[in-house]
């Protein structure tokens, strides 16, 4: 028999074994690949709060390292051997310190809030299982960047936008030259494709430059408009340029309006309690003169009760009724005068 027939059939497992062995590992490569890729917006957040919590711990260091040296220069400055600048600059430093301290808590906050939202987006449904590129988070970051550039070359294509707006075109505008600026910078950091393979670091570094991106094309807009608006060439209406309402200021608009309301039904409410007719049983005489009723001007007046003997005509005064003993004793009329004590 021959000796290579006989080796093909002691050894022919051999090659499906590797076939499939490769087969299994490009598999769990690629899924791996696919995992990192759907979780790399997840993976640079939680770096970018690493190092904003060290920056933030620097930054306390920094502070108490400053108001350190600012008691040893008041110390000196008391024994005479430092002066007033001196102590003006120790507290300089202090106070660039504490500013630095404040920005680093504010970008703790602010990375917390993207990894909160990298985590929601991560445990959406379906988050897990796709594999377009275009869904995965470096595919929805470069679509982003792709929309910021096409805004802008619709000023660069259109006849008409260039004629009314030569700002968007003009590198001597400090805006769009800022905005151009930032355009190279973001392609130097922009992949190949969708698809790419790159650290969570990179990913990173484009995302926080498309936002710049994005933050000075608004600019470089806003800008654009006013200058087209001073030459006469923007069209009537709205634009960029316009300054809408932020939320926070709409938000306090409409509970400083709340607030007021408020104050405005309480008032009335209470000025209707004070000028609501009293029905408690008290005499008229303590009633205000605005609320008694007006006498008749026709009536006669009453006469004066004489001392004289009544005349024929009046009729004899009755006797008062007895009254019923069982019957509690009214109650005492007031007077006005202070009547003198009986002895």
């Keep these: ?13 051999i090659g499906p074994a590797v076939i499939g062995a490769g087969t299994l590992g490009w598999m769990g490569l690629r899924g791996q690949r696919g995992a990192k890729a759907r979780r790399i917006a997840y993976d640079a957040s939680m770096a970018e709060l690493r190092t904003a919590r060290q920056d933030a711990a620097a930054s306390r260091i920094a502070v108490r390292v ?3 040296e600012l008691a040893r220069a008041q110390a000196e400055r008391a024994a005479g051997r430092a002066s007033a600048a001196d102590v003006a600059a120790a507290r300089k430093v202090l106070d660039v310190a504490q500013r630095e301290t404040r920005a680093a808590t504010a970008t703790i906050r602010v990375r917390r809030a993207n990894l909160t939202a990298d985590r929601a987006a991560l445990s959406r449904p379906g988050a897990g299982r796709t594999s377009d590129p275009a869904e ?14 096409a805004r802008w070359m619709e000023y660069e294509t259109d006849a008409a936008r260039a004629i009314a707006f030569p700002a968007m075109s ?3 505008v400090p805006a769009t030259a800022a905005f151009l600026a930032e355009l190279r910078t973001v392609r130097a950091l922009r992949p190949t494709s969708a698809d790419a393979r790159i650290t969570p670091a990179q990913f990173a570094a484009y995302r926080d430059g498309v936002a ?9 807009e806003a800008e654009a408009w006013r200058l087209a608006r001073a030459a006469g060439s923007a069209p009537a209406g709205p634009g960029p340029d316009t300054a809408g309402q932020s939320v926070w200021v709409t938000t306090a608009q ?10 405005i039904a309480r008032g009335a409410e209470a000025l209707a309690r004070a000028t609501a007719p009293r029905t408690d049983g008290r005499d008229d005489a303590d009633e ?10 026709s009536a006669p007046p009453a006469s004066t009760p004489s001392a004289s003997a009544p005349s024929a005509s009046t009729p004899p005064p009755t006797s008062p009724a007895p009254s019923d003993p069982t019957s509690p004793p009214p109650w005492p009329i007031p007077s006005r005068s202070t009547r003198p004590s009986r002895p």
């Design 1 to 13: 028999m021959d000796p290579i027939l006989a080796a093909f059939a002691e050894f022919w497992w």
């Design 66 to 68: 400053a108001r350190a």
């Design 136 to 149: 995965l988070p470096l595919g929805r970051l470069m679509t982003a960047d792709d929309a910021i550039t």
């Design 170 to 172: 003009d590198a001597r």
């Design 212 to 220: 710049r991106l994005a933050r000075a094309y608004d600019v470089a």
């Design 254 to 263: 409409e509970f400083a309006a709340t607030i007021t309301q408020t104050v």
């Design 288 to 297: 205000p003169a605005a609320k008694k009723p007006a006498r008749d001007a």
